[in-house]
């Protein structure tokens, strides 16, 4: 894709920070995933989008970047603007000089199942009262670890590994969904947590 269209994911991604900002959420709602140079020397990054009220397809890309280009900074700051960053692979010297928070991954997933069990206290509690033996426990799912999803892509080689990422990650995204449908079906789950859909909460690597 042309420094045009970074522009625009750019542009995209911040708007979706900006509608999760107005709701009370802070996190960024896309996740940039950046590949290692490919055989043609360039790197790959792919949009993931977190936003809860999203509705269509949640992954676009790819963009590639000649890293050793002039413009590799600029049009990177253009991806990572208002969001998260998910680097499979080494990461490349003008990736490392480009500010975005870094997701680290392992403990998102920590994090959304110690959420699960979060949520699943507080069903056990709602049935401890008097009256609500029978209530009927709500079907969370299982948060699995996020791998890379492969299967043949047309296109660039480069964008190939980095979208078997994005596709892992949209994985999750729909596990989350799911997680979100039961929590908010359920007046005592909505109460603690809030009425409305919650973007994927991520964990972010130290600086």
Same mark, same amino acid.
């Not at 069990?117 to 209530?135: H, I, M, N, S, Y």
């Given at each position: 894709?042309?420094?045009?269209?970074?522009?625009?994911?750019?542009?995209? %991604?911040? #708007? !979706? #920070?900006?509608?999760?900002? %107005?709701?009370? !959420?802070? %996190?960024?709602?896309?996740?940039?995933?950046?590949? %290692?140079?490919?055989?043609?020397?360039?790197?790959?990054?792919?949009?993931? /989008?977190?936003?809860?009220?999203?509705?269509?397809?949640?992954?676009?890309?790819? @963009?590639?970047?000649?890293?050793?280009?002039?413009?590799?900074?600029?049009?990177?700051?253009?991806?990572? !603007?208002? !969001?998260?960053?998910?680097?499979? +692979?080494?990461?490349?010297?003008?990736?490392? /000089?480009?500010?975005?928070?870094?997701?680290?991954?392992?403990? #998102?997933?920590?994090?959304?199942?110690?959420?699960?069990?979060?949520?699943?206290?507080?069903?056990?509690?709602?049935?401890?009262?008097?009256?609500?033996?029978?209530?009927?426990?709500?079907?969370?799912?299982?948060?699995?670890?996020?791998?890379?999803?492969?299967?043949?892509?047309?296109?660039?080689?480069?964008?190939?590994?980095?979208?078997?990422?994005?596709?892992?990650?949209?994985?999750? #995204?729909?596990? @989350?969904?799911?997680?979100?449908? /039961?929590?908010?079906?359920?007046?005592?789950?909505?109460?603690? @947590? +809030?009425?409305?859909?919650?973007?994927?909460?991520?964990?972010?690597?130290?600086?």
């Amino acid at each position: 894709m042309s420094e045009d269209s970074a522009t625009e994911a750019a542009t995209d %991604a911040a #708007t !979706a #920070t900006d509608a999760a900002g %107005a709701a009370g !959420a802070t %996190a960024p709602t896309t996740i940039a995933v950046v590949g %290692a140079p490919g055989e043609s020397g360039e790197i790959a990054v792919w949009h993931v /989008q977190l936003a809860p009220q999203l509705t269509g397809d949640r992954l676009s890309g790819a @963009w590639l970047v000649d890293p050793a280009a002039d413009d590799a900074g600029a049009t990177l700051a253009n991806l990572f !603007a208002g !969001a998260a960053v998910l680097a499979v +692979g080494e990461e490349v010297d003008v990736v490392k /000089q480009t500010p975005a928070p870094r997701v680290d991954l392992a403990a #998102t997933v920590k994090a959304l199942r110690g959420h699960v069990k979060e949520l699943k206290a507080r069903v056990a509690e709602e049935k401890a009262k008097p009256g609500k033996d029978k209530l009927v426990s709500p079907r969370f799912p299982t948060v699995a670890d996020v791998e890379p999803i492969e299967f043949g892509h047309v296109g660039e080689a480069a964008a190939g590994p980095v979208l078997a990422w994005a596709r892992g990650l949209e994985e999750l #995204t729909a596990t @989350w969904s799911e997680l979100e449908s /039961q929590r908010r079906r359920r007046d005592y789950l909505r109460e603690p @947590w +809030g009425a409305e859909s919650r973007p994927v909460p991520l964990e972010y690597a130290a600086d």
